[in-house]
């Protein structure tokens, strides 16, 4: 469980700068308005959802625990994203992007570190 808080700061720390650092090189337009917001809701969603599902154990229950996780974390996610769009209409393409990207990276470390768990 060490190993995915060590990268889940890296990442909540790394990404918002990067951003940053691209909007100031002018390699992209406009930097997410939701940039600090977004990064800290999807770290934390994401983070309490793995400690629960790294503690679960392997098996049915596990699968079933995942899939709940899943799609607790989509409608979740989904509702940030309505209220991202309302608050910020035009910049609601950038916010969203951003918030993809971060979901896909994360859950991508998320499935990678408990792969190792249950298959382990």
């Known amino acids: 469980m060490s190993r995915y808080i060590f990268v889940a700061l890296l990442l909540t720390f790394s990404l918002p700068a990067l951003v940053i650092l691209l909007y100031r090189q002018e390699l992209i337009a406009a930097a997410p308005s939701f940039l600090y917001q977004t990064t800290l809701v999807v770290a934390l969603f994401t983070s309490i959802i793995f400690i629960y599902l790294f503690r679960a154990q392997r098996g049915d229950y596990f699968v079933r625990l995942y899939l709940l996780s899943m799609v607790v974390k989509l409608l979740g ?3 940030y994203n309505v209220i ?6 035009a910049g609601a393409v950038g916010n969203v992007l951003y918030f993809l990207l971060l ?3 994360f859950t991508a470390v998320e499935i990678g570190l408990l792969y190792r768990k249950i298959a382990g």
């Open 77 to 79: 996610f989904l509702a």
């Open 84 to 89: 991202i769009v309302i608050e910020d209409p």
């Open 103 to 105: 979901y896909f990276i």
